[in-house]
C-alpha cells in the first residue's frame, strides 16, 4: 500500500471518530441545557457556551440537533455538515435525498440534489378558473394522488427512520417490512402503466 492510499484510509477512519465524537458533544450539550446544568457555574446558556466550551450558538445548535434526531452511527457515515444540511430541509425532500445519495457523495452533489427537490415539490395549481364536471375529475385526481404520494412519503419516511436506528438491524421482523416496502414499490411501478 503507497503512502497515499495510507494515509486516505486513515483520514476516513479520523473522520469516521471525528462524527461520533461530534455526535457525543451534541448529546452532552443537549443533557447540559435540558438539565440546566450551565446554571452551576454560568448565568446564562451562551455564557457557558463562549467561555465553558468555546462553541458559538450556531455550532452548538447544529450538534445537539443531529443529537436529537440522529442515531450515532450515521453521524459517523454521513458527517456533520452533509447531515445538517439535510436536518435543514423538510421530511420530503429529506427521504428524496437520503433515496439518491450515499455517505460516501460529496456535499455539493446533495447540495445540488436539495436545491432541486427544494423547486420541484411546489404545488401546481389550477390554471383554468372555469369549473365543469370534467375540470372537478381531473381535481379531484390530482388531490387523490397527492394524498397518496403524501402518505407514501410517511412510509419511506418511517423506512428511513428504521435504517438511522441501529438497533433496526436486530429487529425481527425487518424482513416484513422490506417486503412490504419491496410489494408497496411494484404496486407504483405498476402505476407506471398507465
Not at 88 to 95: H, K, L
Not at 96 to 125: A, G, M, N, W
Amino acid at each position: 500500500m503507497d503512502k497515499l492510499e495510507q494515509y486516505t484510509k486513515e483520514i476516513l477512519a479520523l473522520k469516521r471518530s471525528a462524527g461520533t465524537d461530534f455526535w457525543l458533544i451534541g448529546n452532552r450539550l443537549n443533557s447540559i441545557k435540558d438539565e440546566e446544568l450551565y446554571l452551576e457555574s454560568y448565568g446564562t446558556w451562551s455564557e457557558f457556551l463562549q467561555r465553558g466550551v468555546d462553541l458559538s450558538e450556531r455550532s452548538a445548535q447544529r450538534l445537539m440537533r443531529i443529537a436529537r434526531e440522529v442515531e450515532k452511527e450515521a453521524v459517523a457515515d454521513w458527517g456533520v455538515n452533509k447531515l445538517d444540511l439535510l436536518l435543514s430541509v423538510e421530511e420530503p425532500v429529506q427521504r428524496e435525498v437520503l433515496d439518491i445519495h450515499s455517505p460516501t457523495d460529496t456535499i455539493q452533489e446533495i447540495r445540488e440534489t436539495v436545491r432541486k427537490l427544494k423547486y420541484s415539490q411546489e404545488p401546481i395549481q389550477a390554471t383554468n378558473p372555469q369549473r365543469n364536471e370534467e375540470l372537478d375529475y381531473f381535481l379531484a385526481t390530482e388531490e387523490h394522488l397527492r394524498g397518496a404520494i403524501a402518505q407514501m412519503k410517511v412510509a419511506r419516511s418511517h423506512l428511513v427512520g428504521c435504517k438511522f436506528k441501529q438497533s433496526f438491524t436486530t429487529y425481527p421482523r425487518k424482513e416484513i417490512i422490506s417486503q412490504l416496502w419491496e410489494e408497496f414499490k411494484v404496486e407504483v411501478n405498476n402505476g407506471n402503466n398507465i
